[in-house]
């Protein structure tokens, strides 16, 4: 069973050193070697982001490294989700689960692993770049990102992914299990979807499937953090559906 979760956007520093090199990684030279040629207004306005945030992101990209002297993936990010995934208390089995059933999702690199070695960026999967290459990150990285998943996956593909990283690997479902977990919260006796409380639940769940060692599905269901419960009349095969009241 392989789960898949989306990146962050912030980062930590961490002492912790990585174990490998990402799978991907000469197509993310390719990648950075672009980003090298924008300024700082081009990187700004396809980015969507502010003059202070264009001028750390050119400096990153400019110095950007490749190699195995980086932060592990998975304690580098920084974010609701992984804050609550509380790898603070991670022992080595922990991590060597998370390793071998946890990927993440990434505009820069396609696919992480929780040990391979990254380096502070911003690039979002829907961000559409200023290069025939490049326009449409999901087509640049096409199916290699859903292959790798399900080589390692024994057909058993968990989503606990955004929409807008989810879309890399869904599209090439064909005959595997493949279940997403969604998170609702009731409220006025109305189902809402909430942000920020999808992006907790996500890193809940994470924390829930490595310290319990979960390798089957139905498992899954059993998780009750943060008062969400598996709702049986609401989920399907393809859909396991909680519900915080």
């Known amino acids: 069973m392989i789960i898949f979760i989306s990146p962050a956007k912030g980062f930590n520093k961490t002492e912790i050193d990585p174990e490998s090199i990402p799978e991907f990684i000469d197509k993310s030279k390719l990648l950075i070697d672009y980003l090298k040629t924008l300024d700082t207004s081009e990187i700004s306005a396809i980015m969507k982001i502010n003059e202070k ?14 190699d195995r002297s980086g932060s592990p993936a998975l304690l580098a990010y ?10 603070e208390d991670f022992d080595e089995d922990d991590l060597n689960f998370a390793n071998k059933h946890l990927r993440i999702l990434s505009g820069l690199y ?28 999901y087509r640049y990285w096409d199916n290699k990102i859903f292959n790798s998943i399900k080589k390692d996956s024994k057909d ?17 479902i064909t005959d595997e299990k493949y279940i997403s977990c969604t998170f ?20 809940l769940m994470v924390r829930y499937i490595i310290k319990n060692k979960i390798t089957y599905p139905k498992d899954i269901k059993n998780f009750t953090e943060d008062g969400f419960a598996f709702s049986k009349e609401l989920s399907s095969d393809n859909e396991f559906v909680f519900i915080k009241r």
């Not at 809402?192 to 996500?202: G, I, V, Y």
């Open 110 to 137: 396609g696919l992480l692993r929780p040990m391979d070695s990254i380096y502070p960026y911003r690039l979002d999967i829907s961000t559409k770049l200023t290069s025939e290459i490049f326009s449409n990150l």
């Open 156 to 172: 058993v593909i968990i989503n606990l992914a955004s929409e807008e990283y989810s879309k890399a690997v869904k599209k090439y």
């Open 184 to 203: 609702k919260v009731l409220k006025n006796n109305k189902l809402k979807l909430e942000s920020n409380s999808s992006k907790k639940a996500r890193g």
């Open 78 to 87: 920084s974010g609701v989700q992984y804050k609550n995934i509380s790898l």
């Open 53 to 66: 945030l264009s001028k750390v992101n050119k400096e990153r990209f400019e110095s950007f490294k490749l």
